[in-house]
Each structure stands twice: as C-alpha cells, then as structure tokens.
C-alpha cells in the first residue's frame, strides 16, 4: 500500500530541498512546480510530495 503524506508548505518544500523559499514560489508561479493555494489572499500554497521530488530531479536534469 503507497505511504500517503501530507502536503507541505513552500517553506517545508525549500528546506527539504535545499532551495530559497522564493525560488519554489517563482517556480509555483511560471507552472513548473504544480501547487494548491489555500482561500484568502495570503492563502499558503501545499505542494505534493510526488510533485516537489519531480521538480527537484528536473533541477538535477537541467543543471548538468
């Protein structure tokens, strides 16, 4: 049975990482990274694990 884990925030994904917090919303907002935003106008965004280890293996790609 798949392990289910919760979503993270951009700060969780970036640490996780090993990036800037700004650098997964930049790429939360040119659609690289796909994302949920929460309701109100400061809503957090929740990333998907599957979606965060995707992205940080396309990083690798593109870096060598």
């Known amino acids: 049975m798949p392990k289910i884990t919760p979503p993270l925030s951009a ?10 917090k ?15 935003k929460m309701p109100g106008r400061t809503g957090a965004y929740l990333i998907d694990q599957n979606d ?11 870096a060598s």
């Open 11 to 20: 700060a969780q994904a970036a640490r996780q990482i090993g990036i800037p």
């Open 52 to 62: 965060l280890d995707a992205y940080a293996a396309s990083r690798i790609k593109t």
């Open 22 to 36: 700004r650098t997964i919303l930049a790429a939360i907002t040119r659609g690289e990274l796909p994302a949920h």
